[in-house]
């Protein structure tokens, strides 16, 4: 595999360039946000790189762990900034929600899908201890945790906006539903609908084409790295099927958990969207 020196990733970096140039001239306000998200990433990966090297030698379990709820108060204090909901409504749902379901689905790939072939898990015995050293590994739970985190993150984003901007707007069409009858749950399907349809239409047309159209970077890394095409693609499809699985899942959990958060005893939308900051 070839490593990319210093100098290569900074000429990679010059192509940055090119979107800011045009996000400028477009006066779209995000040329500030995309600097800063980009020196963020940069900051973040350096640093994630010499962890993950302490944590590959070291490889406590508990350790990794720890790093797992560190990622996901990150990514939870995120998810506030981008949609502009409050963190006294929000920010609980979405912590709960983010954690419980990387946890689980982590827990459900690492020991199941990998752990039946690599461990054996269903024709051995092992202890507690060395089970759990297994499923949060550095080598494995650092790496699914992070991608869940970051495929619940995009999409938990746009549902979310457009969720709760679709009852702020529609809020004669919501109330009338519920002055005839429906529940506070009932109302708010029509919502959920949309941001559904909003936030997955892209991860289905991705899903669609894969192999023909797109071909995924985690398959593409593996293949450079060394691995068998036939192994890469089985990788491929597991991850495709758990970051799916993971998305719908936390939306479905934060918009449950927030349920009692963002709305009143009269089933009304609390003022749970912040004013829009200029990011001139």
Known sequence: MVDIDIYGLGIGLVL????LFFLYKLRTGLVHSTLSATIRMIIQLWLIGLYLQFL???DVWWVNLIWGLIMTFVATGTAIQRTRLKLQYMGIPLLVS????????????????????????FEQTFTSTEFLSYLFSARYFIPIFGLLLGNMLGVNVLALSTYFE??????????????????????????????????????????AVMGLVAMPGTMIGQILGGSDPSQA??????????TFVASMLSLMLTIFLAQKQCFDNMGLLKNVIAEKVDNK
Do not use: D, H
């Open 16 to 19: 940055m360039l090119i979107p």
């Open 98 to 121: 983010f954690l419980s379901t990387a946890l689980i689905i982590s827990i459900y790939f690492i020991g199941l899908v990998l752990g039946s072939s690599e461990m054996k898990i």
């Open 166 to 207: 679709g009852i702020r707007r529609e809020q004669q069409m919501y109330r009338y539903l519920l002055g005839n009858g429906a529940t506070r749950w009932e109302a708010t399907q029509p919502f959920m609908r949309k941001a559904a349809i909003k936030a997955f239409n892209p991860c289905i047309a991705n899903m």
């Open 56 to 58: 590959f030698l070291s």
């Open 233 to 242: 693609i089985k990788y491929q499809m597991m991850i495709v099927v758990i």
